[in-house]
């Protein structure tokens, strides 16, 4: 742990081998190896000490959220989904589970799923900025502008405090934009 502390990350896996060595079921060796692992960027080497971490535990979903976003990394999208969908089985509480579940989902263009894992991990999470702007992408990608223009209006009055949000502004007219464009092929038609 304290070659960890001191970025010590080639010392650290050492250690941590030798450690698993001695003690095979020790879960957090193996999850801290994983993680040790992934920083250099072995990425095959930190999935197989994830899956062996959630054998070894399989009440928890640490193991499983860290293997799914390797399977993210690697463009391997169904298999992180079915692995984020595990993760939310063992922890339905886990906001950041239900919000990796969604990204999966949106990757894989299953927007609908993307939404349902988005929207609950808002819920879950009331602070959790990043999926409730990725619950809007997830309505804008399914037609659903105007609730994507109502959630990014109330993300906008959340953050009035703060400095301008630029990139929300901008979605916003791009938003705006397309319903425009909507409404006027529409009237074309007519």
């Known amino acids: 742990m304290q070659e960890i502390k001191d970025h010590n990350t080639q010392r650290a896996i050492e250690r941590l081998e030798k450690s698993i060595k001695l003690a095979p079921d020790f ?3 193996h999850l801290g190896l994983a993680q ?4 250099t960027d072995r990425l095959d080497a930190a999935a197989q000490e994830l899956t062996r971490a959630s054998a070894l535990n399989p009440r928890e979903a640490t193991p499983l959220i860290q293997l799914g976003e390797i399977y993210l990394e690697k463009n391997n999208f169904e298999r992180a989904a079915d692995v984020f969908s595990q ?6 509480g886990s906001a950041v589970a239900h919000y990796a579940l969604g990204r999966a989902r949106y990757r894989l263009s299953e927007y609908a799923e993307a939404e349902q894992a988005f929207t609950r991990a808002a819920l879950l999470d ?3 900025e990043a999926a ?3 619950l809007l992408h997830a309505y804008v990608r399914q037609g659903k502008l105007s609730a994507a223009l109502s959630g990014i209006d109330a993300l906008l009055k959340k953050s009035s405090g703060s400095s301008p949000n630029r990139a929300l502004e901008k ?3 791009e938003v705006v934009a397309a319903m425009a464009n909507l ?8």
């Not at 409404?183 to 007519?190: D, I, L, S, Y």
């Open 87 to 92: 993760a939310t089985r063992i922890e339905p």
């Open 36 to 39: 040790e692992y992934r920083k």
């Open 126 to 128: 009331k602070d959790f």
């Open 132 to 134: 409730e702007l990725m």
């Open 171 to 173: 979605f916003r007219s």
């Open 27 to 29: 879960y957090n060796a």
């Open 183 to 190: 409404k006027q092929g529409a009237e074309k038609q007519k």
